[in-house]
C-alpha cells in the first residue's frame, strides 16, 4: 500500500547513543517532515525537507541532524542520545500541489 | 509565541450527543489552511477536515463539521452523534502560505466518549 513507512516503530537507547529513525515514502512526494509529540505539545517540528537533497531547521532542530539523499527516504539522527529526546516521532509528507498530509504511524523512542 | 490555541485539554461526551471542540489560531497571513487530526489510542494521525482562508463555505464531512469565524479566528471542530469510536486526541493545526507547507499545531483535546 501506498503511503510513509517509519522505522523502527519502538527504540530504546542508551544516553550517549547513536540512531537513525528512517522514513520512507512511494509517492513522489516532494516535502517531508519530522516531528516530535509531546503531551500536552501537541506535534512540534524538528526538520523539513522541500525536495532531494535539501533540508531545513524547524521549531525544535537541536540535537537533531537530517538527510534527504533519495526523494523517497527522509532520515532523522540523534548523534548523542539524551532522555529529553524521549518521544513520540512522526514523518509526514505532502505532494506541492495538494493540501493533504500523509502520517507515518510513529516511532516510540525511550531514552534511559 | 504560540500560534495554535486549544483551551480544552479534556472533555467528556455522551454517545449521540454532538460536540465542540475549540481552537484559535494567529496569523497575519492572509492565505492560511487549517485542519483538524483525529489521533486514537493506536497512535496514527488520522486526517479529518480542513478549511481554507478563502473559502466562502465551512466544511465539511460526514459527522464532522469545522465552524469557521474568520474575523475572530477561531475554526472550532463539530463532531454531531458522537460515536464510542470517537473516543480521541484531537488536534487543530495551521499552515501558513509561505511556510513551505509546515503543519503548527495545537496542544490538543482528549475527547472521551461514554455510554
Known amino acids: 500500500n501506498a503511503g510513509v513507512t517509519q522505522t523502527p516503530k519502538f527504540r530504546v537507547l542508551k544516553t550517549g547513543q547513536s540512531m537513525t529513525l528512517l522514513c520512507a515514502q512511494d509517492m513522489n512526494h516532494e516535502y517531508m517532515y519530522w516531528y516530535r509529540q509531546d503531551p500536552g505539545m501537541g506535534l512540534r517540528l524538528i526538520h523539513y525537507s522541500v525536495g532531494e537533497g535539501t533540508t531545513a531547521k524547524g521549531e525544535v532542530p537541536d540535537g537533531y541532524n537530517v538527510s534527504r539523499l533519495k526523494k523517497q527516504n527522509f532520515l532523522l539522527g540523534l548523534e548523542s542520545a539524551a532522555p529529553s529526546q524521549t518521544s513520540v516521532y512522526f514523518c509526514?509528507?505532502?505532494?506541492?500541489?495538494?493540501?493533504?498530509?500523509?502520517f507515518g504511524s510513529g516511532t516510540r523512542l525511550t531514552v534511559v | 509565541a504560540q500560534k495554535i490555541t486549544q483551551t480544552q485539554p479534556g472533555m467528556f461526551v455522551q454517545e449521540k450527543e454532538a460536540v465542540t471542540l475549540d481552537c484559535t489560531y494567529d496569523t497575519s497571513d492572509p492565505s492560511y489552511g487549517l485542519f483538524w487530526y483525529k489521533q486514537p489510542s493506536s497512535g496514527e494521525m488520522i486526517f479529518l477536515i480542513y478549511q481554507g482562508s478563502y473559502d466562502q463555505q465551512n466544511a465539511t464531512e460526514g459527522r464532522y463539521s469545522l465552524n469557521f469565524q474568520k474575523a475572530r479566528k477561531s475554526a472550532n471542530l463539530v463532531i454531531s452523534a458522537s460515536q464510542l469510536g470517537d473516543s480521541a486526541m484531537y488536534f487543530c493545526?495551521?499552515?501558513?502560505?509561505?511556510?513551505?507547507?509546515?503543519?503548527?499545531f495545537g496542544a490538543g483535546t482528549q475527547v472521551v466518549v461514554t455510554p
Open positions: 493545526a495551521m499552515r501558513e502560505s509561505d511556510s513551505w507547507g509546515k503543519l503548527q
Open positions: 509526514a509528507s505532502r505532494e506541492t500541489a495538494n493540501y493533504g498530509y500523509t
